[in-house]
């Protein structure tokens, strides 16, 4: 990473080759403006900050580093850092979504003394088999100490929202107020489930428009929204392709009741489905879903109300994309 602070650093230019890692980020900025680690925020204490700054190395390019143990791991992929030694372990590619079935407590592991060897080139594991067991054993404890236990390989079934808690559980009817934005585990679960998402408007006569409601963005989610005089239901499958129906005619001013229903062809992952539009329950337009996303919509994005308050779900408005008539709810229902 690149590090810009012309009234402190003098090096310009320079390079740092002590230990670092991204949870010394936030601990840097701290010490660099004199602020200490929160201790407690709004009544609730804090976890200390596990990084350590690295704002030692913008006087002295040859201090001794301070960061001296870091573990890693994800989706079963295990490794540790310490005192310029590095032991890691394959479970799999990161970027496969096939589960392994490989034992995640004895992988092939491997050793490499990065002080001499950073780009790892020579594994010495077979050389040193006593100080890879000193690295394993090193991992573990440090597995146990920041709850990295138990070693969880199953990839991206962890983002299932159904697998988490669930504040929606057992419910099927869920009415918002408009400007709402809440994230996904505490929104409505509508993946590969037939429902339908009515909102109470009233449209100018001069033209309204904007969000209705929308969940997810870029890369993955649907909304509902009115553009050009259009009821539009857009779904966004993972940014690899975007579905959008349309209403075939404008929508009616006034006070009125829009509805997207949506039928899916199966309660199963990855099932397309039917979206037919209302305006005061007389059909409007209607069209076709082919396939939708499987476990999450989103990672960071959220659910909203009246707007989108991340990126949008389609290009074919900007956020915010506030909704310019009066909206006095949104509800979604899961229908049998």
């Known amino acids: 990473m690149a590090v810009s602070w012309p ?108 002080d001499e060897d950073f780009t790892q080139a020579v594994d010495l594991a077979a050389d040193m088999p006593d100080k890879l067991q000193e690295m394993k054993d090193l991992f573990y404890a440090q597995a146990a100490k920041y709850d990295v236990l138990p070693l969880d390989a199953r990839k991206t079934e962890r983002f299932r929202v159904e697998l988490r808690p669930s504040l929606t559980e057992g419910r099927t009817t869920f009415s918002y107020p408009n400007h709402l934005r809440i994230t996904e585990g505490s929104a409505p679960d509508v993946k590969h489930k037939n429902h339908t998402i009515t909102a109470d408007v009233t449209i100018a006569d001069d033209g309204t428009e904007g969000v209705l409601m929308t969940h997810g963005g870029r890369f993955g989610g649907y909304g509902l929204y009115i553009k050009d005089g259009k009821l539009v239901y857009s779904y966004n499958l993972a940014d690899t392709a975007h579905y959008d129906v349309v209403s075939t005619e404008s929508i009616p001013t006034g006070k009125i009741k829009l509805k997207a229903v949506y039928k899916t062809d199966a309660d199963e992952p990855f099932s397309g489905g039917n979206v037919t539009l209302y305006a005061n329950n007389r059909k409007i337009g209607s069209g076709r879903i082919e396939k939708t996303l499987p476990n999450r919509l989103s990672i960071d994005e959220t659910f909203d109300i009246g707007f989108d308050t991340g990126t949008p779900v389609t290009e074919a408005y900007e956020t915010p994309f506030d909704f310019t008539g009066n909206l006095d709810q949104v509800t979604i229902n899961l229908d049998s």
């Open 7 to 114: 009234a402190r650093i003098k090096d310009k230019g320079a390079t740092r080759y002590q230990f670092s890692h991204v949870i010394d980020i936030a601990p840097t900025i701290l010490e660099a403006i004199g602020i200490p680690a929160p201790v407690e925020v709004s009544g609730i204490g804090q976890k200390p900050m596990e990084g350590t700054s690295f704002v030692y190395t913008f006087d002295d390019a040859n201090a001794e580093t301070r960061h001296n143990t870091q573990y890693f791991e994800m989706f079963g992929n295990q490794g540790i850092y310490h005192d310029g030694w590095m032991a890691s372990a394959l479970n799999s590619i990161p970027w496969d979504p096939t589960p392994s079935t490989k034992d995640l407590l004895h992988l092939d592991w491997e050793l490499y003394h990065i």
